[in-house]
């Protein structure tokens, strides 16, 4: 996955380690449908999270926090997908440690609570050695991270526009709210400093719709104002390794003509999607007119519709008609397309659909007069 994978933001069952069906919601109760990996991050939606753990697996992730830093997560066979939204306890500073790693260019340099002990003469007669230092993250994913952290415009669905979350300099931040409000966090970083605040009742009781922007967010955003005061602005500096390219937002695939919304992401060199978008298809209907319907997955069609967003399924039925039985949905007419020689040929196919209606039994397609397939059952494509 990269920043600009798109993750579909569903109502959607997972099944716990119980057997009990396990249905994540946002914290708005809202399906969001195709959001970014970059958007589903910064603006902490829960069902894209769950996705995310599901796909990576329990035992990847709770190795990796432990690269981390994190001890507490040390069985992955106790939890279920229910730990990318709290199902796991973890230490104020044991977090705090592992996003300085983020901080840190994706290095691991361990945690210290006291760093020297001197006498009242001022002479040192303890220092806490320092631990090894171990690349856990490679500088290209933790900047892409941190870049996504600080993010204003990614989290606006969820946080809304310049919130405690945002300073007056670069900062990543993350917040997180358990079930029922028993604890919320805010954790975050320049490249000099991380600062993580916990806020709770300490009689295990939970808060009243206190969340980690309401509760943890103002302390974070205060404290790293005060300590930071004075101190010159930094930036996350940029590794090499990484390029930008335009992507169809709705698929996060390069956008055809038909692409009605792009935008420009951040990649890793080598993970620009080789595919082009399959979500918009120009249709003709029955007057003639050209139009632009939505090819989605059967999962994503309820919210589309909810969205009045017109689906290829529900609209052909209005195309095929008696005076137009057959339609060539892909290519669309005059389309232009570029080939490239750097990218293997083996990607850069176009795809043919036709939308066919009843009576017939085969379809011929010719290219440039000549013979190139035939199709005989649906789907009419190739």
Known sequence: WTAGTEILDVSTNFVANDGAIYTPINYDGKEHGYVSAREALASSLNIPAVKTLEKVGLND????AQQLGITTLDRP???DLSLALGGGEVSL????????VLANEGVYVGKRIILSIENADGNDFFEQETGQSVQVISPQVTWLISDILSDDRARSRTFGSNSALR??????????TTTNFYDNWTIGYTPSLTVG???GNSTFTPMQNVTGLTGAGPIWHDVMRVILEGHPEKSFVQPEGLE???????????PTEHCRNTRTEWFIKGTIPADYDTFYKQVVLENGNPIIAYDLPIEAQAWARSQGMPLLEDIQ?????ETQPLVLSSPSPNSTYVFYKHLDPAVQQIPIQLAVGEGFTQVTVWVDGNLFTKLDQ????V
Request: charged letters at 15%; one cysteine or more; aromatic letters at 8%.
């Open 61 to 64: 992730t709770v190795a990796l």
């Open 77 to 79: 066979d106790r939890y």
């Open 93 to 100: 500073l044991e977090l705090t440690t592992a996003y300085s």
């Open 167 to 176: 300073l007056d300099r670069p900062a990543a931040v993350k917040t997180g």
């Open 197 to 199: 605040v916990w806020v």
């Open 244 to 254: 930008q390219a335009e992507i169809c937002t709705l698929s996060g695939l390069l």
């Open 317 to 321: 039925p209005s195309v095929l008609g």
């Open 378 to 381: 649906a789907p009419y494509e």
